[in-house]
């Protein structure tokens, strides 16, 4: 199994079940002080694109995001997320802070994780199979007369 | 040109504010909530995060709910919403190769790896109006998408040519993968590769933003996609169609349109164990990219090659992508017609310049008017003839040049916006 690395465990903690990440943040808010450094607070993200033709980026437009930066002790901890939600970005910052901080808590959350984000995979490779029953084989003319005689 | 204010008129606005409320809500059944509006006209709230330049689906569903409907109003509002907002970052590259495809297909390649997958699309049915939707219910809805997740979980038969799951990857590369097909072309050396090539992320110039840049043209290559990119899909239809009827050089075939759900991450801002920097996942975006692939051209060199045209933009806005390709490859084409003029067309794209440039004939000229009754009287004595209107009461046109007021409408705050933004592009007329 590769290192899970900060961008796969946001995806996990942001796409998968919301009370997982709802019950991490809240091992960790009932021994420790979080120390609020930055409230949760609306940004803009501008998102860049590369252009294939001539292989530089370009800016796509700006995206509404949520972010939100916490301190335990000396450890700080940062959440951000697409949308509005001043809840998750608090509790992806306080997730973050405790995995920066090592707290003892983490130990199992590598674990935890991965089954996570397997979950997370299953699910969007159902989708993913609905889709690919729209999946299309197009004949020409000349086949489709072909396949006939 | 001449510009003055007028003033009055206070009651009378706040008057036509309320009766418009009173308009919005007269004859509704129900009251239409924001959610309904973002989850069941969804290629509206699409198109309209497009063209006001801010993914924000719920914001765009409140503002066309705010705007009755209207598309370009609904933009504008979207776009002077993100005005009041700080921006904190700006995403690492978002990569339309990562996608969670919904929809893939091409014009060129019947058989292309991966295979075409419709996806979502009203492009293979009759249009007949459908008037069970009159009557339909939650329990009708409910029922269909029961049904319908029962069909769609039972075990099918693998199609032998599926993209295959990568079964040795991790997380989201374990999902199917849909090369792109430019990419194809391009290593078989049937299509120009990258000028450039490409600069490592980071060390690579910023690109142009129209957003904080004045714009002078010609316009950097980046700021030219940026203002496709937010274009007005209606616009941009018209001048693609115009391109291809003849107006102009392009008339190009689909390698690839693509919609889906795009990744997108943010440089790490903390110094936590010397992450500062890394990319950080903040959710996915859908978006759409079309590759279009443009009758080849031979180089000095003698080597004859396809050229690329390239879309993308917010939602699933098919047309406007592949606009947006039609577009910049023909304003890399030099000639006479009005898409291949870049002026012409990035000036005229705006939603928000060209709604608020045309609405603001709707806002008291009367000095420009009374200047013209001026000129008209003038040439009507020095012509000798009869002044027409004499005797008639003179036209009450209004206040004197240069008062200010403080009639700050939506439709005045659109005019100053209009005006500012085609003074700042020198392109006024007035």
């Not at chain 1, 301190?71 to 509790?91: R, S, T």
């Not at chain 1, 910052?93 to 590598?110: F, Q, Y």
């Not at chain 1, 997370?120 to 086949?143: A, G, N, Y």
């Not at chain 2, 090369?179 to 078989?188: C, E, V």
Request: overall charge negative.
């Amino acid at each position: 199994m590769a290192e899970m690395t900060r961008s796969r465990i946001a995806q996990v903690l942001i796409e998968g079940d919301r009370e997982f990440l709802k019950r991490l943040c809240g091992q960790i808010g009932e021994r420790y002080r979080v120390e609020p450094v930055r409230p949760p607070s609306r940004t803009l993200v501008m998102g860049k694109a590369r252009d294939p033709v001539s292989g530089k980026p370009f800016y796509l437009g700006e995206i509404l995001a949520t972010e939100c930066t916490v301190a335990i002790g000396p450890a700080h901890g940062f959440g951000i997320l697409l949308g509005e939600d001043a809840e998750k970005a608090y509790e992806l910052a306080v997730v973050d802070a405790a995995l920066n901080a090592r707290l003892p808590e983490t130990a199992g959350w590598t674990a935890e994780f991965e089954r996570e984000e397997r979950k997370l995979v299953e699910r969007w490779k159902k989708d993913q199979e609905r889709v690919m029953r729209t999946k299309v084989q197009f004949d020409t003319m000349e086949d489709s007369y072909g396949n006939r005689l | 040109m001449a510009y003055t204010a007028v003033t009055g008129g206070k009651e009378a606005i706040a008057e036509a504010e309320k009766l418009t409320e009173f308009f919005r809500l007269k004859d509704a059944q129900a009251i239409l909530t924001v959610g309904m509006i973002e989850t069941q006209l969804r290629l509206l709230v699409d198109r309209v995060m497009g063209e006001g330049g801010l993914y924000a689906p719920g914001y765009a569903a409140l503002a066309l709910k705010q705007a009755e409907g209207d598309p370009a109003e609904a933009a504008f509002l979207l776009r002077a919403y993100r005005s009041t907002l700080p921006r904190n970052h700006v995403s690492t590259v978002i990569d339309p190769a990562d996608m969670r495809v919904l929809r893939r297909i091409s014009s060129s390649f019947r058989d292309m790896p991966g295979g075409q997958v419709l996806g979502p699309t009203r492009d293979y049915t009759h249009r007949l109006l459908k008037f069970a939707l009159r009557e339909e219910t939650m329990d009708d809805a409910e029922s269909f998408l029961g049904k319908y997740r029962e069909e769609t979980s039972l075990p099918r038969e693998r199609p032998a040519d599926l993209a295959e799951p990568a079964t040795d990857r991790e997380g989201r590369a374990a999902l199917p993968a849909f090369p792109k097909i430019a990419d194809l072309l391009r290593k078989q050396g049937f299509m120009k590769a990258a000028e450039g090539g490409r600069a490592e992320e980071g060390r690579e110039e910023e690109p142009f933003d129209i957003t904080r840049q004045k714009l002078i043209f010609p316009v950097p290559r980046s700021g030219r996609l940026q203002m496709l990119a937010r274009g007005e899909t209606g616009a941009m239809t018209a001048l693609a169609y115009s391109s291809m009827r003849g107006y102009g050089a392009v008339h190009p075939t689909i390698g690839e349109l693509r919609v889906g759900y795009v990744p997108v991450a943010v440089p790490y801002p903390l110094d936590e164990g010397g992450a500062r920097g890394e990319p950080l996942y903040i959710g996915e975006i859908l978006l759409t990219e079309v590759e279009t692939i443009h009758p080849f051209t031979q180089n000095a060199s003698g080597e004859a090659l396809f050229v690329p045209g390239y879309g993308l933009c917010f939602g699933q806005n098919e047309v406007k992508a592949i606009s947006m390709a039609i577009l910049e490859r023909s304003l890399e084409t030099s000639g006479t017609a009005p898409a291949q003029d870049e002026e012409f067309v990035l000036l005229h794209i705006d939603s928000v310049e060209s709604n608020g440039f045309v609405s603001h004939l709707k806002l008291p000229h009367y000095i420009t008017f009374q200047s013209s009754l001026d000129r008209i009287r003038r040439a009507q004595r020095a012509a000798g003839g009869k002044e027409a209107g004499e005797g008639a009461p003179e036209p009450q046109t209004g206040t004197p040049v240069g008062v200010k007021t403080e009639t700050a409408t939506a439709a005045a705050g659109k005019t100053a916006e209009a005006d500012k933004e085609a003074l700042t592009h020198g392109s006024r007329a007035d």
